[in-house]
């Protein structure tokens, strides 16, 4: 399995951003896709999920401003980030794991490598 982000870079607060995973070596569409986030000096915590069958999952710090989607078509799940705020700033890496949608990192077997998101006042 290869997970490959794409799409981080530097905004300013306010700003938008969208982040793109593909992925390769799994059949995709059996695969919960999960967006985790790592700060300096903080544990992994998670962002967004979206299960194989639908519906999406998102922790409280991003409800209403960030929103997950897959296309299955093209083994690509997104995260579309918008009203971006400083503590935002983290290593944002896609994760996936078969069947049932977790918001635990160690549920997911799968992870990219990450890609840098940094918002600026």
């Known amino acids: 399995v290869h997970l490959v982000e794409s799409g981080g870079g530097l905004v300013q607060a306010g700003g938008s951003l969208r982040l793109s995973c593909a992925a390769s070596?799994?059949?995709?569409?059996?695969?919960?896709m999960g967006w985790f986030r790592q700060a300096p000096g903080k544990e992994r915590e998670f962002v967004a999920a979206?299960?194989?069958?639908?519906?999406?999952m998102y922790a409280d710090s991003v409800k209403g401003r960030f929103t997950i989607s897959r296309d299955n078509a093209n083994n690509t799940v997104y995260l579309q980030m918008n009203s971006l705020k400083p503590e935002d700033t983290a290593v944002y890496s896609c994760?996936?794991?078969?069947?049932?949608?977790?918001?635990?990192?160690?549920?997911?077997?799968?992870w990219g490598q990450g890609t840098q998101v940094t918002v600026s006042t």
């Open positions: 979206v299960p194989r069958s639908g519906g999406t």
């Open positions: 070596g799994l059949t995709f569409s059996m695969y919960t």
């Open positions: 994760a996936a794991k078969l069947r049932s949608p977790g918001t635990m990192a160690t549920q997911y077997p799968y």
